[in-house]
T-cell receptor, first 114, second 112 residues
Framework: KAGVTQTPRYLIKTRGQQVTLSCSPISGHRSVSWYQQTPGQGLQFLFEYFSETQRNKGNFPGRFSGRQFSNSRSEMNVSTLELGDSALYLC?????????????FGEGSRLTVL | AQSVTQLGSHVSVSEGALVLLRCNYS??????LFWYVQYPNQGLQLLLKYTSAATLVKGINGFEAEFKKSETSFHLTKPSAHMSDAAEYFC??????????FGGGTRVLVKP
């Protein structure tokens, strides 16, 4: 079974631009979550989608948004990029049902904002 | 609110020595607790999880963790460190829905 796939793995943007990151969950998983990882703030929850609906949201500004498609693939978008948005963005998938709470993570998209 | 604290941002151990990584949690309800490992330039890989079935949980790569409710702890151990254990380790608690709240991480250095 293929794991969680994130694209692109690395990207460089400049301040003010926007970026879209993609995540394909494990086949059959209906929940996708996004996390931001930075040296200063650690791992922080951005949002979770389940069956195309945002189910949970972290404490990030409105510049951070996401969506999920009917095939469970998800995208997150960051508009008006700031230097502080440089981070590793991790996507995690979950079956969506059951109670084990285990999330499966992709390898991440490393964003550098110049 | 549920939270996780990892004591020590860096740990250095000799190859063959005991690895002990400390994690304390705060939770008003029986928690689901996890340990993840992150190797350089990679995502997070699950080492083990506690879901109230047993207090001593065995994971992959020889790691295990013991849930102690009285101490609100979920420390991770491995009897004998290997060079391949050099990585960053994260303790996490599942909170609302499927959200994970992570500790700050502990970077493990293994000395030959």
């Amino acid at each position: 079974k293929a794991g969680v796939t994130q694209t692109p793995r690395y990207l460089i943007k400049t301040r003010g631009q926007q970026v879209t990151l993609s995540c394909s969950p494990i086949s059959g998983h209906r929940s996708v979550s996004w996390y931001q990882q930075t040296p200063g703030q650690g791992l922080q929850f951005l949002f979770e989608y389940f069956s195309e609906t945002q189910r949970n949201k972290g404490n990030f500004p409105g510049r951070f948004s996401g969506r999920q498609f009917s095939n469970s693939r998800s995208e997150m978008n960051v508009s008006t990029l700031e230097l502080g948005d440089s981070a590793l963005y991790l996507c995690a998938s979950f079956p969506g049902t059951g109670d084990t709470g285990e999330l499966f993570f992709g390898e991440g998209s490393r964003l550098t904002v110049l | 609110a549920q939270s996780v604290t990892q004591l020590g941002s860096h740990v250095s151990v000799s190859e063959g020595a005991l690895v002990l990584l400390r994690c304390n949690y705060s939770s008003s309800v029986p928690p689901y607790l996890f340990w993840y490992v992150q190797y350089p330039n990679q995502g997070l890989q699950l080492l083990l999880k506690y879901t109230s079935a047993a207090t001593l949980v065995k994971g992959i790569n020889g790691f295990e963790a013991e849930f102690k409710k009285s101490e609100t702890s979920f420390h991770l151990t491995k009897p004998s460190a290997h060079m391949s254990d050099a990585a960053e380790y994260f303790c996490a608690v599942r909170t609302a829905g499927n959200k994970l709240t992570f500790g700050g991480g502990t970077r493990v250095l293994v000395k030959p």
